[in-house]
């Protein structure tokens, strides 16, 4: 499993959103054809701080994972 593939697991494991948020966040994603940080700005939020935090306990320098995606590619992969 690779670092993105871990964090990704670290975000499922620690999201703070709720699952009516995350539905609603997805509704507007859908209907809009927007991005996680127009449906929900704390939810992007969220995901790269926590992508961040597992960079941090995994000494990865900061915004490491953008080369593999961003937090839409995250959300979409929750």
């Known amino acids: 499993m690779t670092h993105f593939e871990k964090a990704i697991q670290y975000v499922r494991e620690n999201r703070t959103w709720s699952d009516a948020e995350e539905a609603a966040a997805l509704e507007r994603i859908n209907s809009f054809r927007s991005s996680i940080g127009s449906a929900s700005s704390e939810i992007a939020m ?7 935090e597992y960079g941090a306990e995994n000494d990865l320098p900061e915004g490491w994972w953008l080369d593999e995606g961003d937090e839409d590619d995250i959300f979409m992969q929750l």
């Open 46 to 52: 969220s995901i790269s701080d926590l992508m961040e």
